[in-house]
Structure formats: C-alpha cells, structure tokens
C-alpha cells in the first residue's frame, strides 16, 4: 500500500538555524498539507499546497514558514530561522483530487535548542 | 472558526469492554469527519470517515461511528475492545468547501489484558 514518507525522522538544530523537513506524497495524490503538534497540544494545521502553490494557510504558518515542491515528488517544509517555540512534531500529508481524506507520514520530530 | 472537542483524554478499559468515545465540533456548515488513530511508534492512520449518507459509518477492526446532526457529534464505538487497540485517537473535521484538518485533542486509550 502506497504511503508517504518523511525524512529525516528527528531533526535537532541550533535556534537561528534553517530546517528543511522532506516529504514524498503518495504518488498519484496532487494535495499536500504541513501539520504540527508540540508536545502535549493539539495536532495544527499550517498549510495546504496545490497546483503550485499555496491553497491556505494558517497564522502559524508566517514568513519564516515556506513550503516548495522542487521535483515530481518531494514536498518540502522550511523554516528559515528557528526558534525554540517551532520544537513539535511536523507531520505531512497528502490527497487525492477527489477525495478529502488525507494520509499522513510518520512525522519529523523538530528539536531545536 | 471550527473547532472539535474529545470529552476524554484518557480511557483505560479491560479487553473485552465497550468503548464509546465522544467527539464533538463547531460548525455550521456541511462538514466531513473523520477517526484517526496513532498506535505507538507509528504514524497517524485513518480509522473511518463519514461524508455523507448513512449517518452510521463503519471502519476499519470492528470500528464504527455515528453521525448526530442536531448534536453536531461524531461518536467512536466498539462493542468489545482488545490490547491491540491501545493507541491515541483523534477526531478531526473539515469544511466541506475546505482541505484543512481541524483536529480535537486526542484520547488515549489503554487496553488491560
């Protein structure tokens, strides 16, 4: 069964530093979304990606935020300057056109000191 | 804005006991919802979903769930639960106009053998 991935699967980074988190959607899916979750709260939605760009977003999801699809098949989140708050669990996950339900990776554990 | 409330955030059971965990959301909208799970060590996966129809809906390991409109509720049932099911569940909803999951806290559930 198709599934998504995310690489790395922990990822520990200075505060200042730049984080790139990796995800490959399921293949045929054209959907892809960013989520969080810090430790103990609720899983938070950052953004959605289609066609190129950016479909929605949330406040959490600032300048410092940036999401690309580079290549036929990853999809990656950024953040550009890290900050003790953005420590979570980053967790991918994808679509198909015509149906709501999305499947998520494993996730990327973000420690950032 | 929507939102999702899971009334408890952990059960414990013994096997063989009846499970009920209730979800509730705020919404006024069509909306379409959905069950995840989180067993230990692994990635979210999707229990059952309800987009329309029956408002009794069946998942995936004897899981099932029912849609109540007028109490915008979106309950979790199973008849007897075993050890396996041991694992974190979320209740989530998204517009139907929508992409983005609005997920609740989370219920942890742990089964006694």
């Known amino acids: 069964e198709p599934e998504v991935t995310q690489t790395p699967s922990h990822q520990v980074t200075q505060m200042g530093q730049e984080v790139i988190l990796r995800c490959v959607p399921i293949s045929n899916h054209l959907y892809f979304y960013w989520y969080r979750q810090i430790l103990g709260q609720k899983v938070e939605f950052l953004v959605s990606f289609y066609n190129n760009e950016i479909s929605e977003k949330s406040e959490i999801f600032d300048d410092q935020f940036s999401v690309e699809r580079p290549d036929g098949s990853n999809f990656t989140l950024k953040i550009r300057s890290t900050k003790l708050e953005d420590s979570a669990m980053y967790f991918c996950?994808?679509?198909?056109?015509?149906?709501?339900?999305?499947?998520f990776g494993p996730g990327t554990r973000l420690t950032v000191l | 804005a929507q939102s999702v409330s899971q009334h408890n955030h952990h059960v414990i059971l013994s096997e063989a006991a009846s499970l009920e965990l209730g979800c509730n959301y705020s919404y006024g909208g069509t909306v379409n919802l959905f069950w995840y799970v989180q067993y230990p060590g692994q990635h979210l996966q999707l229990l059952l979903k309800y987009f329309s129809g029956d408002p009794l809906v069946k998942g995936i390991k004897g899981f099932e769930a029912e849609f109540i409109k007028s109490k915008f509720s979106f309950n979790l049932r199973k008849p007897s639960v075993q050890w396996s099911d041991t694992a974190e569940y979320f209740c989530?909803?998204?517009?139907?106009?929508?992409?983005?999951?609005?997920f609740g806290a989370g219920t942890i559930l742990r089964v006694k053998s």
């Open positions: 989530a909803v998204n517009a139907a106009y929508g992409n983005k999951l609005v």
């Open positions: 996950a994808s679509s198909a056109t015509s149906a709501p339900e999305q499947f």
